[in-house]
């Protein structure tokens, strides 16, 4: 793949007025002018769905989803997995020979908690229910964006995990305490929210596991640094590889052979 590296520093601002712009939009307008069509029904062993917002989407060649990184690494594992969702990337990627990359997620930029929740159950329906879900940086736009009291996000994220545990009692949700934005970007009280977001989770993680569905949380802050970032708060390559690292080092220990 080429560096990009060069194009992603010399454009940092621009790409950061893009994403603010787009954000505003996509909140205003849900983001989500497709129609959702029911997939095929996956009969991987490993049904696993990337849940989030930009983090997940990406938008090669400005920034990059983790997606990719971790698709290539499961893959080399040997791994029988499927990347399911009703969103199909749109972008160009190097596929492995005789085996294109999986296009397959649910994230949506600029979507906050509320949004997911409300939209999660009919994702469901429409591609069937996963057997592992990465919950990328939960509550990230609602803390960017003061689009909810911190204390309703943290219900929305419980919401969503029933959601999810109610349509497949045996699933296993990694969920992420999220890496932080570009230094000059935060600001003290999104600093200290997502600080506080961080350790949330481990909270939700431990209320919300069960006897049969696993919360598992992954540290996606500690290491990263503004090196990672293409943008404000999106991955360049190196950090989608980080991100994608961290994922799949739980995954091997709950994937099923």
Known sequence: ?????????????????????VLIVCTA??????????????????????????????????????????????????????????????????GIPDLPFD???????????GEILKGIGSWIRAVGAPDIVLFSS???????????????????????????????????????????????????KTTADFNKMQQEVLTIAAEQTNTTSKVLTVDMFTGFNDTYLADDVHYNEVGAKFIADRYYTVLQGILKQ
């Not at 793949?1 to 194009?7: K, R």
């Not at 992603?8 to 950061?16: E, L």
């Not at 009291?149 to 992420?176: C, F, G, M, R, W």
Request: glycine content about 8%.
């Open 1 to 21: 793949m080429i560096n990009l590296s060069f194009l992603h520093k010399r454009h940092s601002k621009f790409i950061s007025l893009l994403w603010i712009g």
């Open 29 to 94: 307008n849900s983001c989500d002018d497709e129609t959702i069509t029911p997939k095929p029904r996956s009969t991987s062993i490993n049904k696993i769905m990337p849940l989030g917002a930009s983090r997940v989407e990406g938008a090669s060649p400005a920034f990059e989803s983790f997606r990719y990184e971790l698709w290539k690494s499961l893959v080399a594992g040997g791994w029988d997995f499927d990347y399911i969702g009703t969103r199909t990337d749109k972008f160009s990627y190097e």
């Open 103 to 113: 296009p397959d997620h649910e994230g949506r930029g600029g979507w906050t908690s």
């Open 138 to 188: 939960p509550g990230g736009n609602d803390i960017l964006n003061g689009l909810a009291t911190y204390d309703k996000t943290v219900s929305n994220i419980n919401a969503i995990i029933d959601t999810l545990q109610a349509v497949n009692p045996n699933v296993v949700i990694i969920i992420e305490q999220l890496a932080p934005g570009k230094s000059s970007f935060m600001t003290p």
